[in-house]
């Protein structure tokens, strides 16, 4: 076998994306080690939504290639969680169609959403909302999972609970790429980190290093602004 | 003209469930219902294939649906007539001048309007929806069961949009259902034939009855999407 594929879940090669004339990715190469923690960082409009909608296969690409696991084995969760017109319940029912009543009760209870299952999806606080996403996302244990800033405007507590769910994913072996602004919790959550600017990948590097000697003076620029 | 006299007279009529009248009533529902529900049935998916996907003829559905949405009941009545009598090509059918041949020119008349509002609605939806359909891999006809299931509260609406088309309606269902007595006549035609005779009592009865029903399916339709926004399910 092919050692790329045991120890790489995603490889980007060249990608680039253009509209109305402005190139949103350019040429990006990077790849996501299997099992891994990647945060992808970068400034408003550097690329990070784009490149992961790409990767999701929410968005067509000029050129380029993705080597990613199929769509079945790949789950999403978004900044601002799509919410259907039904209850907690239902919302995880037709997300998880295959999962039993049982099943759904217990990623409820897991969630700490068991008390709001009756309450309609769309009236859940952001929290749980982003919560009820999550478990929806990681109950058919994906190979990775793609979440965009799946924190952005929720408070310390309920921060605190979505981040310990993607540790417990992660435990559980499923590999992650997230976007996110927050210094703070990249360092908290990330193994490896890449750096978008306008489009372009500046900098990829574990964690650490990263944080502590970014190779990129961009890079240095973005952690001196966040 | 002493309007007090043949407003009593209606209360009359409708106090006393006139059988006439009620018959009237009861098949101007009829088959304003029916044609209401076959229009929703095939208007709504098709609103909703329209706002979802691109394919090919979409453009010309989307003209046709248009055109039809300003066409002049008298002339969908004409057509119809000349489609289904016993001359036309389906003449075999027998339906002219039958409650079916009511039934086909108000779908018809209001099967455009399903479509037209649904696509509208199921645009909005859809643009809301696409990419959690889409990540999690949604079947084309899953994505439509869901886009019509997550529309029901304005969906009231769009139906209660048709049956006021249908019920209200006079120039076609006149021509194809030629307002035969015990029949074909509705609450519409009726008002016509009975105001040009003369017969105000029972024109009055008739529009005091088509304005309840207005009302009442206004009032039903205000209490369920009250319901619906009280419990969280509002669009």
């Not at chain 2, 289904?84 to 079916?100: H, K, M, W």
């Amino acid at each position: 076998m092919n050692s790329d594929l045991v120890t790489t879940i995603l490889t980007i090669s060249g990608l680039t994306v253009s509209r109305n004339g402005n190139r949103l990715l350019d040429n990006v190469s990077a790849t996501v080690a299997r099992g891994s923690i990647t945060l992808l960082m970068g400034h408003n409009g550097a690329g990070k939504t784009v490149l992961m909608n790409c990767l999701h296969g929410l968005m067509a690409y000029d050129s380029g290639k993705i080597d990613a696991p199929p769509r079945a084995q790949q789950k999403m969760v978004f900044q601002k969680p799509i919410m259907l017109r039904r209850s907690a319940r239902q919302q995880l029912k037709f997300l998880c169609p295959l999962l039993v009543d049982a099943k759904i009760e217990a990623l409820l209870a897991r969630a700490d959403l068991i008390h709001r299952a009756d309450t309609p999806a769309r009236t859940l606080s952001g929290g749980e909302q982003q919560k009820l996403a999550l478990i929806g996302a990681l109950a058919t244990h994906p190979d990775i999972l793609f979440l965009d800033e799946p924190t952005a405007h929720l408070d310390f507590e309920a921060t605190k609970s979505i981040e310990s769910m993607i540790r417990e994913a992660h435990d559980g072996g499923t590999s992650i790429l997230m976007t996110s602004h927050n210094r703070a919790q990249a360092e908290r959550l990330a193994q490896h980190v890449l750096l978008l600017d306008k489009g372009m990948l500046v900098e990829s590097a574990p964690a650490p290093q990263f944080f502590s000697a970014p190779s990129h003076p961009l890079a240095r620029h973005y952690l001196d602004h966040v | 003209m002493d309007i007090l006299s043949p407003l009593q007279i209606a209360l009359s009529l409708l106090v006393s469930f006139e059988p006439e009248l009620m018959g009237i009533i009861g098949l101007s529902l009829g088959v304003s219902l029916t044609a209401v529900g076959i229009s929703l049935v095939i208007g709504l998916p098709l609103g909703a294939l329209l706002a979802a996907y691109r394919f090919p003829g979409r453009g010309a559905i989307i003209v046709i649906s248009n055109t039809f949405l300003g066409m002049p009941p008298v002339v969908v009545g004409l057509v119809i007539y000349l489609l289904v009598s016993r001359a036309g090509p389906f003449g075999f059918l027998g339906i002219l001048y039958t409650p079916a041949a009511m039934m086909l020119a108000q779908t018809i008349l209001v099967l455009p309007i399903a479509i037209a509002l649904s696509r509208q609605v199921f645009e909005a939806l859809n643009a809301e929806y696409a990419p959690l359909f889409r990540s999690i891999g949604l079947s084309q006809f899953r994505w439509i069961a869901s886009l019509v299931s997550e529309a029901r509260i304005s969906l009231i609406t769009i139906g209660l949009a048709c049956f006021g088309r249908a019920i209200s309606e006079v120039g076609a269902v006149m021509i194809v259902g030629g307002n035969i007595r015990h029949s074909t006549r509705v609450m519409t035609t009726s008002i016509a034939q009975a105001t040009s005779m003369g017969e105000l009592a029972l024109a009055v009865a008739l529009g005091i009855v088509l304005l309840l029903v207005a009302l009442i399916v206004n009032i039903l339709t205000q209490i369920v999407r009250g319901r619906l926004q009280d419990h969280g399910y509002e669009l």
